[in-house]
């Protein structure tokens, strides 16, 4: 059985990288600390890919040597890199120090060292953070002037990890993602904040929600992860948009995910908050590379995912 590290897996969509390769892959996923020191829903996501999935605690990005001996170790077929430090993402905020040591600086040690492994490839997840604002859906293609921090590192990630793709002639391939929602996500993200509020008839806060967003479903961003995974067999370095391509306007999806429950709309208080100034108005992916190379995104409406999540809830009493 061939075999991939993964890096983050107690995140959400590291949890469902490893859950979903770990069907027909032997599977090591990267934690930065003791399994037992994880709680919440970090804790959720690990309890239940436990035996399907091979822990490495205390991983730390920044030790050559540890990178070094894992790899040499394990010796992977592939190698998906998605760990990296998001915390305050959306914000000024954002720590540019710890980002560069996690997202960035690491990079030259994982290349080296998947290089002397002969590993076939790496796929390195990327951010929509990483476009320019604009009014248009986003090209691989576009040239990226980043407007918060954290894009700034994770588009130094894209460009540092082509240079590496390029001296260690690794296939590299980078998965620039949008939004992800599904099982296991985050309480204090948008769509489970209000869904739990919706079932608790809680009114839920929120701002005006008139920014255009381009949502994907989980189930359906794995499978890009497999594609990319396969494509490693071609050219060097490739970057491709993770995303539905379907836009949609934030109040929008919210009242149909109301409607959908049957919960009255005067729970969706759109005007207690203030939208902040900085904050995108439009991002939205254009997804034509992917669809017409593998054909694996595009038919999936968006109220299909929101209704399997909404399954998993009430089975699962989430």
Not at 43 to 57: A, H, M, P, Q, Y
Not at 183 to 203: C, G, T
Request: proline share 4%; net charge neutral.
């Amino acid at each position: 059985m061939k075999k991939i590290i993964i890096t983050g897996v107690s995140s959400f969509i590291g949890f469902h990288l490893a859950k979903f390769f770990s069907r027909n892959y032997k599977v090591y996923g990267t934690l930065s600390m003791k399994f037992n020191n994880y709680n919440d829903i970090n804790k959720l996501r690990l309890n239940s890919i436990v035996g399907s999935v091979t822990f490495i605690e205390d991983f730390n990005l920044m030790n050559h040597n540890d990178i070094k001996k894992t790899i040499s170790n394990i010796k992977p077929d592939y190698f998906i890199h998605h760990a990296g430090w998001s915390k305050s993402y959306s914000s000024f905020d954002y720590d540019l120090a710890k980002g560069f040591n996690t997202n960035v600086i690491p990079l030259s040690f994982l290349f080296s060292s998947l290089k002397e492994s002969n590993c076939k490839g790496i796929i390195l997840t990327g951010s929509s953070a990483e476009y320019s604002d604009g009014e248009i859906p986003d090209l691989e293609t576009d040239i990226c002037y980043p407007s918060m921090p954290y894009g700034f590192v994770k588009l130094s990630q894209s460009i540092y990890a082509k240079q590496l793709s390029n001296q260690y002639n690794l296939p590299t391939r980078l998965a620039r993602v949008y939004i992800p929602f599904g099982p296991f996500d985050s309480p204090n993200k948008l769509l489970p904040y209000v869904i739990n509020n919706l079932y608790n008839d809680r009114p839920s806060k929120l701002s005006s929600c008139t920014q255009i967003r381009d949502f994907i479903y989980i189930d359906e961003l794995v499978k890009i992860y497999e594609f990319l995974l396969l494509d490693l067999t071609n050219q060097n370095f490739e970057i491709y948009n993770c995303a539905s391509g379907k836009p949609l306007q934030l109040i929008s999806l919210l009242k149909l995910i109301a409607e959908e429950i049957c919960k009255p709309l005067e729970l969706l208080d759109f005007s207690s908050i203030k939208t902040r100034e900085l904050d995108q108005k439009y991002s939205c992916a254009n997804n034509v590379k992917l669809k017409e190379k593998y054909n694996v995104i595009g038919d999936m409406d968006i109220m299909d995912g929101v209704k399997d999540y909404l399954n998993f809830i009430r089975k699962n009493n989430f």
